[in-house]
């Protein structure tokens, strides 16, 4: 995977900075999402449950992703890496290396943890439905095929496995083309079944015009990580693997936004719980402070003395 001329320090540079802000962003943003989260279901007096420790771990796995995508971008902007090393391969090629497997078994984890919190937040919302949930026991151990194959398939890819970063020793390597992009396809068709196993019930569900929208809204962000997972099949297949260290840069961002898209989208459906809370601690505090202030005008009117001019019996004139 690796080539013996060096890249431009300027472009690799430049390119790792952007990935890493982007990165750091939309990381931020899915942050925020999972705080919300667990702050809606303390508040609200719901208990933290599995599917919410499951996002939690999703989101855990994706600081690692950005972690190691500052670094990438730490070791870019080193000037003195580029430098030929061994056998006519530079130091920044070494070391931008050794992070392609960390970042597989990094971003994997963290989508199909992802998965899993959709998956558990199914069986808690819907019960009652014996076949959705054998539905989703199905899918979630097909999940688990997947996490295992891609994650061995990540660390096993070369014999040895040193030969991942140690590109000049003689060794043994499957397809690598082939198998991510064997691995993102099947990703993304669990997306797909983990997005459409809950429609059946969810059409059939009464529900007013604004839950409506806020499902539909739900789906449709649900969609938009299916196509980023779509769209990062494509730059795996258009990425020239004998340079990946360079030529990923579209890859590696797509990767990062159907990551914390797909918590973010987890997220959604409990952040209503956030907002009614202080909404009905509003509307709680302003019917009482109301209440409060009749009783007290009640009172008055009751028993406030006549003043000392007016006698009892007498009556007072509108002016």
Known sequence: MGSHHAPEPDTVAHSR??????????????????ILRLASRI??????????WACVGAL?????????????AVLAADRLLYQPWEHGFSHIAFYLQQLILPNSILYNTSVSLCKISILLFYTRIFSTSRPLQMTVYIVAAFIAAYWISVI???????????????????????????????????????????LVIPQPLVCGLQMGRRQRVSV??????????????????????????SD?????TNATLWTMIEMNTGIICTCLPM?????????????????????TEG??????????????HVEEGSSVREA
């Open 152 to 194: 061995c398939g990540s660390i096993f890819m070369t014999d040895p496995i040193e030969a991942q970063w140690k590109m000049w020793i003689s060794h043994r390597r499957i397809n690598t083309f082939r198998f991510y992009l064997t691995m993102g396809v099947a990703n993304t068709v669990l997306d797909l079944v983990v």
């Open 295 to 308: 009783a007290l005008v009640s009172r008055d009117m009751t028993y406030s003395p006549l003043p000392h």
């Open 216 to 241: 539909s809204f739900v789906f449709a962000l649900g969609g938009f990580v299916c196509i980023a997972s779509i769209v990062r099949i494509y730059f795996i297949a258009t990425m020239n693997m």
């Open 60 to 72: 855990v796995f994706a600081y690692g992703y950005l972690a190691t995508t500052i670094v990438a």
């Open 43 to 52: 508040l609200n007096r719901l208990g933290v449950r599995w599917d919410d």
């Open 17 to 34: 900075t952007l990935i890493a802000i982007a990165t750091g962003t939309i990381t931020l943003l899915a942050s925020l999402s999972v």
């Open 271 to 291: 952040l209503p719980g956030f907002v009614q809370y202080f909404h009905r601690r509003y509307f709680a505090r302003k019917s009482s402070t109301a209440a």
């Open 244 to 248: 990946a260290h360079y030529t990923h």
